[in-house]
């Protein structure tokens, strides 16, 4: 299964959203709450290249970006190796 890291704010509403996203798919994720520890803020700039917003977050080390990035790029994310199919399924007829 890809590796999938989300560097958020406790009560960023974007963040509980792409949570929420990778949740509802499936998708297991680790956590770094850079209110909680500030060296994992620091460390956030450096792998997203000086972004300092949150939500960001990394599928196999790549940078994907925030919430939107996310949502634009789903199907982009279907090309990971072994990362849930993240589309919606197709309504019945």
């Known amino acids: ?11 960023c509403p974007f963040c509980r959203m792409a949570k929420c996203l990778l949740e509802e798919k499936g998708q297991e994720f680790v956590e770094f709450d ?6 994992k803020y620091d460390e956030m700039l450096e792998r997203s290249q000086g972004r300092w917003t949150v939500p960001e977050i990394f599928i196999d080390g790549e940078l994907i970006g925030g ?3 996310i ?17 919606p399924s197709p309504a019945l007829n």
């Open 67 to 69: 919430f939107d990035e």
């Open 71 to 87: 949502v634009r790029s789903i199907p982009d994310l279907c090309s990971f190796p072994n990362l849930p199919d993240l589309l």
């Open 1 to 11: 299964m890809a590796t999938v890291e989300v560097y958020s704010k406790s009560r």
């Open 34 to 39: 850079v209110e909680l520890d500030p060296t």
